[in-house]
């Protein structure tokens, strides 16, 4: 199995400036080493004590995330210019069968690995995300929206979202499973096939709802 893997870079405290050799995670196998899959979740993983001033700060490194039993790989690049011209770098991790995703902010990753950890499609999810986004008179003005599993078991079939708001504050919303399925059955009527490529975000939504704008079932509510 592949192990996880690390190296030893230098950074610089963003407080006092102190230079440090630290351990910068750089492919994490969820198979291989389930307790920094749950440090990455849980945002610890790159997070370090500076040895000067003691407070601790993210480091801002670039990781592969893989999951073979599910066969996915997740590119994590805090630092890239242009997306859009990405190319998997690393293949030697994954087959041809697996799903590769680019992500380019640390939430982005978190959020993908608990869709996929869920049975979700990313590229439905970010088309939820964007109907929700684009609906009017709700009691909180959203900018963003983070699906998340439970760390407890979930029973409840419902869907969780974190909701970065206008105000600067932080939501829960939670949604029917069904409006998923909805959004499932709507791209299947209109004879829609989802995008097959690295970057799903927003512009996969916005993609995605100008085809069905031009097909006879644009509602999406
Ligand atoms: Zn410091």
Known sequence: MQPSQFIKQTFHCPVCLNEELMTAWTLVHAQADPDLKDRLLRKTLQLHP??????????????????????????????LENPAAWQPYDLDHAQPDWTIRLVTDQNQLIEKIHIFDSGLDDRLVELLKLSLLRQENQPVKARRFFYYQPQEPDESALLHFMVAAEDDQWYNLDLERSIYQNTEQLIAAAGLVLPDQWLVDQSTAVGLLRELSQTPLADLS
């Open 50 to 79: 500076c040895s000067n001033c003691g407070r601790e700060f993210q480091i801002e490194s670039g990781l592969v995330y893989l999951d073979s039993e599910q066969k996915f790989l997740i590119a994590y690049e805090p630092d």
